[in-house]
T-cell receptor, first 111, second 115 residues
Framework: DAGITQSPRYKITETGRQVTLMCHQTWSHSYMFWYRQDLGHGLRLIYY???????DKGEVSDGYVVSRSKTENFPLTLESATRSQTSVYFC??????????FGPGTRLTVT | KQEVTQIPAALSVPEGENLVLNCSFT??????LQWFRQDPGKGLTSLLL?????REQTSGRLNASLDKSSGRSTLYIAASQPGDSATYLC??????????????FGKGTKLTVNP
């Protein structure tokens, strides 16, 4: 049972480059989420999705794009990476009313 | 806007002690509340989920309670061990967000259990 996986686990990129972080879950959960975690800010919601082809912005969505063509995948794209997007990114999923379950995270550094 | 507060931000206890971690929220209309554990450099591990109709949940040495009227939840850890050292996060879904399942997180309590 793989659960929820994220790739890559670590990524270093340069300012201005496009970067895509992948998230895959094997539970067929309807809901999926992207968070970033930074010291002093805690966890902040970037985007969420209630089902395939349904996405909506969270608290800190500027500079990010998501898609969800399949229930199990929820990629997050940084269109033009900036240093302020250096962070740890977590993907999570939920069946609905049954709690959220998190992936292991992707540590992204933008130089 | 719903806010979740966890006090203290850090706690250090000797091994074997029973302890309580606190979580408070501003709006008593919640859908459910979830406690997580996060080890350094790792993801969040779900510990306990309390639905709005429930008062408590138990798993092993952990017991979480929910008091909506006072806007509080507590996580009780019995007979603490060094392996319990981690950051504990409380998060809840306001009733207004039950359709989106969006969690509101506290900043966490960093627990250190000393041998």
């Amino acid at each position: 049972d793989a659960g929820i996986t994220q790739s890559p686990r670590y990524k270093i990129t340069e300012t201005g480059r496009q970067v895509t972080l992948m998230c895959h879950q094997t539970w067929s959960h309807s809901y999926m989420f992207w968070y970033r975690q930074d010291l002093g800010h805690g966890l902040r919601l970037i985007y969420y999705s209630a089902a395939a082809d349904i996405t909506d912005k969270g608290e800190v969505s500027d500079g990010y794009v998501v898609s969800r063509s399949k229930t199990e995948n929820f990629p997050l794209t940084l269109e033009s990476a900036t240093r302020s997007q250096t962070s740890v990114y977590f993907c999570a999923s939920s069946r609905g009313g049954q709690g959220q379950y998190f992936g292991p995270g992707t540590r992204l550094t933008v130089t | 806007k719903q806010e979740v507060t966890q006090i203290p931000a850090a706690l250090s206890v000797p091994e074997g002690e029973n302890l309580v971690l606190n979580c408070s929220f501003t709006d008593s209309a919640i859908y459910n509340l979830q406690w997580f554990r996060q080890d350094p450099g790792k993801g969040l591990t779900s510990l306990l989920l309390i639905q709005s109709s429930q008062r408590e949940q138990t798993s092993g040495r952990l017991n979480a309670s929910l008091d909506k009227s006072s806007g509080r939840s507590t996580l009780y850890i019995a007979a603490s061990q060094p392996g319990d050292s981690a950051t504990y996060l409380c998060a809840e879904i306001p009733s207004s967000e039950s359709g989106s399942e969006k969690l509101v997180f506290g900043k966490g309590t960093k627990l250190t259990v000393n041998p």
